[in-house]
């Protein structure tokens, strides 16, 4: 048996070139979504799990299979956030007056699948999100499972 200790299945680390590899693509996000008048924003990597039973749907895959979801103190069901758009929502529905709201973040999540080739159980996305806006010439665009290729010797 290893004393080493691995990362758990469907994770991995991300250091020397892959993480400036990563930096930089963050990096180009953001300068890319200012200049299209997106405000960078954080939202929570834990999240009530009734989040998504409303804006993913209670029977879809994410969250019947593949949500990590726990009972906290007092009872209260929360998730790690198995994607962005939902924690956008959450942000808007509460501080949205009117007007266009223009979105952008990242940032790790987690989904509860069999790791495979090119899937993992932490990834990280990028998400623009344009509320407010009726246009057809508006492109919102999301990124999802943004993996940083991994050199293997």
């Not at 290893?2 to 993480?19: A, R």
């Not at 198995?82 to 223009?102: I, V």
Request: charged letters at 25%.
């Amino acid at each position: 048996m290893s004393k080493n200790i691995l990362p758990v299945k469907g994770t991995h680390d991300i250091f020397g070139s892959e993480i400036d590899k990563f930096n930089y693509i963050i990096e180009k996000f953001y300068q890319i979504s200012l200049k299209f008048n997106f405000k960078p924003i954080l939202t929570p990597v834990i999240e009530h799990q009734e989040l998504f039973f409303r804006s993913v749907g209670e029977f879809t895959d994410i969250v019947s299979k593949e949500m990590y979801s726990f009972v906290d103190k007092g009872d209260t069901k929360i998730c790690l956030r198995p994607e962005a758009t939902s924690g956008l929502a959450r942000f808007a529905a509460s501080n949205y007056q009117s007007g266009q709201l223009k979105l952008s973040t990242h940032g790790p999540m987690f989904r509860r699948e069999r790791p495979q080739k090119g899937r993992y159980r932490q990834f990280h996305q990028i998400n623009i999100e344009n509320i407010g806006d009726k246009s057809i010439l508006v492109v919102n665009m999301t990124c999802d499972n943004m993996v940083i290729k991994r050199n293997r010797s």
